[in-house]
């Protein structure tokens, strides 16, 4: 299983795609960190945030690379240097992006909220699929095989749920950032690049997770312990 070549012919599809969006994520960001706007990524997010009377969410710096993220538990939104400081569209986008995420959580948005409560069970699936799934192969149970299987279906899930809140989040940063005046038509062109460009890693992520999913279960499923 650890080094089974069906393995990677079965996510090959995934593995493409994700090789071909993150270049396209890079080329699209390296085009857009060129285009100026009117804000930085941090003020932008913020004039978002209090449009919508979200006052209270905050807004920190944080170190990595793309490393942006919105904590529904600390009602914070975290960028990364160059998008909290830069005045560009890519940093626009990127901190409009993860304010959709901070007004999806304060509108109760229905796959947010799914998703948000199926972190703790999709963290252990994922943590433990592996090894009870590989457990169950050496002693040859195929309960143990199944219900390692099953807790890799959670990832899946959660995988699932997950695309609908990052479409959203950027369908709903393009719009504010249009309807604040915060980027004209010209930067928008490069907003649309980026956050296109993101979506497909979700899309890969998922494609990579359901594939695998499907090879566990055609592999093992049917009581294979090789």
Known sequence: MWFDVQYFLWVAPALLLAVWAQLRVKSAYAQAGRVPARLSGAAAARHILDAAGLHDVGIEQIGGHLSDHYDPRQKVLRLSSEVYRDTSAAAVGIAAHEAGHALQDAHRYAPLVVRNAAVPVASLGGNASMWILMAGILMQMQPLV?????????????????????????????????????????????????????????????LQALLTLLYYVTRYGGGSDE
């Open 146 to 206: 199944l219900l390692g299987i099953a807790a890799f279906g959670c990832v899946v899930a959660f995988q699932l749920i997950n695309l609908p809140v990052e479409f959203d989040a950027s369908h709903r940063a393009k719009r504010l950032l249009a309807e604040y005046g915060i980027v004209g038509d010209q930067e928008m062109v490069y907003v649309n690049k980026v956050l296109n460009a993101a979506a497909w890693t979700y899309v890969a992520g998922t």
